[in-house]
């Protein structure tokens, strides 16, 4: 059984930081994308970031590109989520997920798709005050 368990958010003030961790049971990342994504209070949930199976191939939106960075280490089979000069806007529950099945070595805009990931976490709830 795959469980994915998401860690590392909390109350941050704006322009402030916080590291999200991921880690995973049951499956290696080693052969899997992993994305973030987020949902806020009324709203559907978002795509934040994905990282491909190699990890050296990575995906943002235009509205955290150049503040989170994404990353992963096949050792201790965690995926990370940096996010800095955080922002109120970015207030909600973050996830992340894992792909189902087979690898699919997916690549680019294919890895922003919530229908590529089977597995996800409970999330972790972040919240940025201004």
């Known amino acids: 059984q795959v469980q994915l368990i998401e860690s590392g958010g909390g109350l941050v003030q704006a322009g402030g930081s916080l590291r999200l961790s991921c880690a995973a049971s049951?499956?290696?990342?080693?052969?899997?994308?992993v994305a973030w994504f987020r949902q806020a209070p009324g709203r559907e949930r978002d795509f934040v970031a994905a990282?491909?199976?190699?990890?050296?191939?990575?995906v943002y939106p235009d509205s955290v590109k150049g503040r989170f960075t994404i990353s992963k280490n096949n050792a201790k089979n965690t995926v990370y989520l940096q996010m800095d000069s955080l922002k109120p806007e970015d207030t909600a529950i973050y996830y992340c997920?894992?792909?189902?099945?087979?690898?699919?070595?997916?690549?680019?805009?294919?890895?922003?798709?919530?229908?590529?990931?089977?597995?996800w976490g409970q999330g972790t709830q972040v919240t940025v005050s201004s």
């Open positions: 049951g499956r290696s990342f080693r052969s899997y994308a």
């Open positions: 990282i491909d199976w190699s990890g050296g191939n990575t």
């Open positions: 997920a894992t792909e189902g099945g087979l690898p699919t070595f997916s690549r680019g805009d294919e890895l922003t798709r919530p229908g590529l990931y089977a597995y």
